[in-house]
């Protein structure tokens, strides 16, 4: 079945419409073999896959590790391959667990967003996943909800200064080391100032383009529209909260979350819907958007999503939403295949 996308950029391939995300194969959450890890990532390629997402703050390097292991049989041209900048990885003999990771590598992470820092840690990068190029290159985590807001200003003029990260991705990807970058992160205003700043190619940005919230709708996709920016959505389940969970953005979720699940379910309901299949769809549909990229930490978890992509929904459905006030009535809606 073809899920081949829209071109992120004219600079790289293009990339699938569903991806798979790096954070299962880092251990989120819970613990994942490297033989399932290996399993997930081949179902994956089976399904037609061809857009993979990691980062050094995946287990320590742990997701990076696998992903290198599970892919570098597959042909180097086949497929995508995003990784992070930001943090540096420093051996460390007892390791530093993170959360919402629970295991690690024998490493602790330290944070810099220099342009030496960032060209250090794709060549680490490449290291740890024994492969000869990374397709783009996201800043991690570069965000207000990571740091606070005063460290996050004091970050982000060190990241889009002279000598600062946007400056040495550019240099990458002219260099040919990498084919693009953006910011991967959990808010908008990071992005935005990416491109007020620099020229960024794509955005991995997780949480705010969902059947929860669609605040990426207000400026920044218009931008990225005008700019000739792509969105590569992560977290399209918000924390898996809309595939049944109980974490919203990586904490519990609160009442009024799980009130607007509820009426999500019940709209769900009426239609016959599977509402993990709508989260998935609803974000796709956006021209901006070049892929999603869910989770998985097993082969049948991966096939899962790559059914619930492929699922049927009625238009009704669609129309139901907005007239509820569920979806925002400027949101373009999927449509049959």
Known sequence: MNRKGRIVNQRYRPITRLGLGGTGLGDMYKTTSDEAARTTVDAAW?????????APHYGAGLSEHRFGQALRRRARADYTLSTKVGRLLVPDPVGEIA?????????????????????????DSLQRLALGHIDIVYVHDLSPDA???DDYERYIRIAAGPGGAFEGLVKLREEGVIKGWGMGVNTIEPCLRALEASDPDVFLLAGRYTLMETTA?????????????????GGPFNSGFLAGGDHYDYMPASEDKHQQRERLRQVAARHGVDLAAAALQFGAAHPVVAATIPGASSPQHLQRNATLMEMAIPAAFWQELVSAGLVAPEAPLPTAA
């Open 46 to 54: 089976d399904a037609g896959i061809r857009y993979f997402d990691t």
């Open 99 to 123: 959360a919402p990771f629970v295991s690690a590598l024998p490493f602790r992470r330290v944070i810099d967003y220099t342009s030496d820092g960032v060209r250090r840690a794709v060549e």
């Open 147 to 149: 740091f606070g807001r």
């Open 217 to 233: 709708l207000a400026e920044l996709f218009p931008l990225c529209a005008a700019r000739g920016a792509s969105v590569v959505l």
